[in-house]
């Protein structure tokens, strides 16, 4: 897949199929999109995704926002879903500007060359999200697009959106979350190297990743989750939070102990994804009461493990 994140010099040299968005979780909803897309790739069409850089919400307010998925993980999720291109139009003023028909003449049809247009049934666009659904339908013809408006997946009588999935996150419902997005709420980075006393002290050895600023965190505690390192998947548990039974820690970090994994993985860049909420971060009055603690969240992953290996 290619990444576009400047278009004053790109254009497409073949026609395209193009969805809009802000594409943050790439929930079900959005992967329905993804499907129609390729559905209707027939004649060497390229698929395009196109997106911000930065969420619109954040660049006109000033306040950092914090999404669902970073630039990188949606990235690699759009890669494995297939998709030629992925825009990533900075939300500057000249973009932020543009009316409708202009946002449509000057980036869809000169620059993306669009064939067919797929775009969910609340989509807006242009200066004051003043284009929708609507706008792109009146210009289809002379613009020489189709336009496909797709409903949205729901889930237990509500609209999949990143919004739903955002509320589920931030409640730590895991396995809500886990359905609306179809795969687990998921954290990357690189192996960083912690105080190591999970291997030294506790003698439960743990890799260490700081989450990204941006990106949004479920409540502190300790989760069931699976790491995938090299395309390999581990089981584990992971904590979310300050540590404070070592204390020391002013910023939150997401530590995971890997069942059956013994390797050093500093370095590395792996995926944790979170499956389940076992239980708050809480401070302990002894390392060898911590140690017990972790035991025990152990074998809670294990049992969930055991439980529900069939729907994994």
């Not at 009316?99 to 049809?109: G, Y």
């Not at 990106?215 to 548990?237: E, F, W």
């Not at 939070?241 to 820690?249: D, I, L, M, Q, S």
Request: proline share 4%.
């Amino acid at each position: 897949m290619e990444y576009i994140t400047d278009l004053t010099n790109f254009q497409m040299d073949t026609s395209s199929i193009v969805s809009l968005g802000k594409f943050d979780g790439l929930h079900r909803g959005h992967q329905k999109l993804l499907t129609k897309m390729k559905e209707w790739c027939t004649g060497g069409e390229k698929t395009v995704v196109f997106t911000f850089s930065v969420p619109p919400q954040a660049a006109l307010s000033g306040n950092g926002l914090s999404v669902l998925t970073t630039n990188e993980e949606r990235r690699a999720l759009l890669e494995r879903e297939g998709i030629d291109y992925c825009v990533e139009c900075p939300f500057g003023p000249e973009i932020s500007h543009m009316t409708p028909e202009q946002f449509i003449r000057e980036i869809l049809v000169n620059r993306l060359r669009v064939k067919e247009l797929v775009v969910g049934t609340d989509f807006h666009f242009g200066y004051r999200r003043s284009g929708n659904c609507g706008t792109l339908m009146a210009f289809a013809d002379s613009c020489g697009y189709r336009l496909h408006v797709v409903e949205k997946e729901v889930y237990e009588g509500r609209e999949i959106s990143s919004t739903y999935v955002r509320e589920e996150v931030k409640q730590g419902h895991m396995e809500v979350a886990e359905a609306l997005l179809g795969y687990p709420y998921m954290i990357r980075g690189t192996v960083a190297h912690g105080r190591q006393i999970g291997r030294k002290t506790l003698g439960m050895p743990t890799v260490n990743l700081m989450p990204p600023a941006d990106k949004l965190l479920p409540p502190n505690g300790v989760y069931v989750s699976m790491t995938r390192v090299d395309d390999v998947i581990y089981q584990g548990m992971t904590n979310i939070g300050y540590k404070p039974t070592v204390g020391g820690e002013t910023s939150v970090g997401v530590e995971t102990f890997l069942f059956d994994y013994e390797g050093d993985l500093y370095g590395n860049y792996i995926e944790v994804g979170l499956l389940n909420f076992e239980r708050e971060e809480r401070r302990f009055e002894s390392m060898d009461a911590l140690k017990e603690q972790m035991e025990k969240d152990i074998q809670y992953g294990i049992t969930y493990f055991a439980k529900n290996m069939n729907n994994l």
